[in-house]
């Protein structure tokens, strides 16, 4: 069983930056391939970014690409997020999820663990 918890979520301002990081627990990631998706009110969970288990390969959905960096560190069993030039659309609840293949897609039912989320809140 993994246990995940994410944090750096918050209040930021059209254009700005944030990183969000997913602490593991109860086993290591090393084996296990990483996303990120959010969810915004109203509105189905969206995937975000993924990285396979090494680190070797990330993915981007389209909103996305060229702003936010997905990254790992397995030392730290420690999955990162930054998020850079901000918009208002990008404002949701955060997941972090585990998914026990090395390589996984961007649906949602490829993951198996699951954090709580963090709230990202992008507003002037």
């Known amino acids: 069983q993994v246990q995940m918890v994410e944090s750096g979520g918050g209040l930021v301002q059209p254009g700005g930056s944030l990183r969000l990081s997913c602490a593991a627990s109860?086993?290591?990631?090393?084996?296990?391939?990483m996303g990120w998706f959010r969810q915004a009110p109203g509105k189905e969970r969206e995937f975000v970014a993924g990285i396979s288990w090494s680190g070797a390969f990330t993915y981007y959905g389209d909103s996305v690409r060229g702003r936010f960096t997905i990254s790992r560190d397995n030392a730290k069993n420690t999955v990162y997020l930054d998020m850079n030039s901000l918009k208002p659309e990008d404002t949701a609840v955060y997941y972090c999820?585990?998914?026990?293949?090395?390589?996984?897609?961007?649906?949602?039912?490829?993951?198996?663990?699951w954090g709580q989320g963090t709230q990202v809140t992008v507003s002037s």
């Open positions: 109860g086993r290591t990631i090393r084996g296990y391939s």
């Open positions: 999820a585990a998914s026990r293949a090395s390589v996984s897609g961007t649906n949602e039912y490829e993951f198996h663990y």
